[in-house]
């Protein structure tokens, strides 16, 4: 005769195990993290390299780079008003790190190959440097 203790310990269970599931973060200033997300920028420049690819969050820091210089360099349209900062936007596929590329956005010395992006609900979230785990 179950007596509700089996169903206490298996629902306690199963929330552990969803708390414990994460991603790969990476954060990324904007209006990068922006370009990213929208698909425009397939490439992430790092000074660093990781064994991982797979499944990529992407996180908006909370630093504003020079959009009207990048506007000019890149010959891009950022939208201004879509830009959110402090959390989780989207995520890609890393399928890659090369040091060398031929596509515009490589500056080096590392360039993370970025595919398959999508919008993400936003999330706030607190960036860290490198790589870092977020719950699912």
Known sequence: MADGRHSVTIRLELENLKSSISMKTLSVRQPWAWLIVAGLKDIENR??????????????????????EIERRFQVAIDHDALQFGGIIGRVELLDIVSSSHSRWFTGPYGWVLSQ???????????QLGLFEVPD
């Open 47 to 68: 000074t660093w390299t990781t064994t991982y690819r797979g499944a990529l969050l992407i996180h908006a820091a909370v630093t504003l780079d020079a959009m009207t």
């Open 117 to 127: 992006p999508q919008h993400l609900p936003f999330r706030h979230v607190r960036g």
